[in-house]
């Protein structure tokens, strides 16, 4: 699997909504999907005292639908063959009647793992595909295959993680064979416990799942481990014998190439954040970042030679750079591992399933630093990393990161009507906080042909349609500051003659509206979604020609809520309505309850009936 959290492509996605939304991005889930029927789904573990294992998978799926076909009947499997090897012990389509199609050896193909083709060090990850034949609706795919550990991720321990799948289910059975010596810690919701069976030296411990109907994650919502089925199961007592494992594996080395090194970065530098902060910058500059899981991909960073001699390394090979930079010039830090994706919880019992990001912390600074954020500076979190509990490698406490960060948006539109209902418009956006580099960075990464190409989309999401382009000012370099703009014509703002509301758009995506309604996108939620803290303050002024009269404006509003802050104005100058709105979210954790979004949902309702309304204007 990959992990491509912090990818350019992912950045100008973000740019796209100008990087200030309040909700992290989740893709759209319909909740149980009866495209198809898993009837069997047993996986059973042979695990040896050295830790290695034997998993045998069993998978017998129904197709009910015809879309199951495209996407179901080709199955990927990933590994790592340094670490384990794996065997396709039998595949075939089974028809209604009976009749059998098997997958023929040339249908099983083998190839690198996308995100780390293109890197050698970490070219032992492979995925083997299995392409079923003949697949109709009606038709069972059988698919049983063994995974080999040959090598421990952690030595003489076992962990693992698993959740049932979003589709109707039979039977989904985990069963973990292991020495009687070895204590299997279990955290379990959804699954029915059967009583060990201890024979022979060893213990025999199932669980099944207990299947019921998923229901749609709602938008913006945590991860589905934060409130849904999942089964931990570990040999490791706590997080402290957890993290005490981790760190033996990831000791680092400083060299004296690496004491050098750190020399002429922070040469002149005095104070130890300053140090801190401009080794970071180096490493995320410089060492590109190669999306790998810290669990398939193994948990022994890389030589610190071997990284800088590459150029690149996964999280924990930049972890491990950091660590080694830092002790150079006397900064104690520890790998930090959390999850960086959208959950905020862990199991009782310690596994890597939900550790999937390494990143660094300095005690003395009580600093966080994530140097594979390449468009975030030191100082700053990526906001998938904010209010996240963390496991320090090095004393195996667990901590928190910080809920909040300064983050505020400051945006000055311009419409300038014409007769004919078309308008010029300008906007100019100033970001401060942890997006300002985000956006320098998104700009950057883009040619002008495609700056002036998102123009048009943003537009698109205002329910615009015109052309443009960006600027931005190369004067403002402050890594916690951005200021860009963009300038052109939108060929529908007004419907003259008339009467006709003008939409008080006080700025385009990505701006207060958005971040309003990204809250407020759901009637009733039953989830807890992601909700982060920030500022925007908007103004737009719009100009109309001499022979259009200004009927009505709305009524400034203002909404105070424990949660949130918003206020409107408008008012008159000349021929001309200027809008100004503000929008201070301010909750304490970057997680909002259902009981939260009830408590905010009246005023919620009140700020978007403010951000929908028109001025109505009419041409003579």
Known sequence: MSYALFSPRRWLGFLAVFLVGVNSAVAANPGTDTAITIEKDLRTYFINEDGSFLADHEIVALINE????????????????????????????????????????????????????????????????????EVAIGDRLVLQYKTRRTSALFPRHFESLSHPPFHPIGQFTLVYNLPKSMALHADARGF????????????????????????????????????????????????????????????????????????????GLVSPRDQAMALNDWVRKNIRYVAVYIGPGGVVPHPVETILANRYGDCKDHAALMEA??????IDSTPALLNAHNAYTLPKVPTLGVFNHVMTYIPSLDLFLDSTAQPIAGGFLPVFNLDKPVLLSKTGVLVRTPAVQESETESDTVF??????????????????????????????????????????????????????FNVDQTDSSHDRFSMSMSGQTDNLVSFPGP????????????????????????????????????????????????????????????????????????????AVVVHRSFNFKHPSAVCTPQDFLNMRTALDLAMSDLKSQIVVQRQ
């Open 66 to 133: 015809e879309r199951a076909i495209q996407w179901y009947s080709q199955r990927s499997l990933s590994y790592n063959k340094t670490l384990e090897n794996l065997e396709i012990v039998q595949a075939f389509t089974q028809k209604p009647d009976g009749r059998k199609v098997p997958v023929k050896p040339e249908q099983i193909k083998e190839q690198q793992e996308r995100e780390s083709s293109d890197a050698p060090m970490f070219q032992d990850t492979l995925v083997k595909v299995v392409i079923f034949a």
């Open 192 to 267: 029915k416990a059967t009583e060990p069976v201890v024979a022979e030296g060893r213990a025999i411990y199932r669980w099944d799942n207990v299947p019921e109907k998923k229901e749609r994650i709602e938008s913006g919502a945590v991860s589905y481990q934060d409130y849904g089925q999942y089964l931990a199961v570990s040999t490791f007592p706590d997080f402290a014998a957890f993290a005490q494992a981790y760190d033996a594996r990831a000791k680092t080395q400083v060299t004296p190439q690496i004491r050098a090194l750190a020399q002429t970065i922070t040469e």
């Open 325 to 330: 930079l830092l002790a150079a010039v006397g």
């Open 416 to 469: 300038k009507i014409k007769s004919s209902g078309d308008a010029d418009f300008s906007q100019t956006s100033k970001v401060t906080g942890w997006a300002a580099q985000v956006s320098r960075f998104a700009i950057d990464s883009m040619r002008p042909a495609d700056r002036n190409r998102l123009v048009t989309a943003i537009l698109s999401i205002s329910g615009q349609k015109g052309k443009g382009e």
């Open 500 to 575: 006709a509301g003008v939409p008080t758009l006080s700025s385009f995506s990505g701006g207060i509206a958005q971040r309003v309604l990204a809250v407020a996108a759901e009637s009733d939620r039953t989830q807890a979604f992601t909700c982060i803290a920030g500022s925007t303050k908007e103004q737009a002024r719009f100009e109309f020609p001499q022979d259009v009269n200004i009927i009505a404006m709305p009524t400034s509003t203002t909404i105070e809520h424990p949660t949130f802050e918003y206020a409107s104005t408008y008012s008159k100058e000349a021929n």
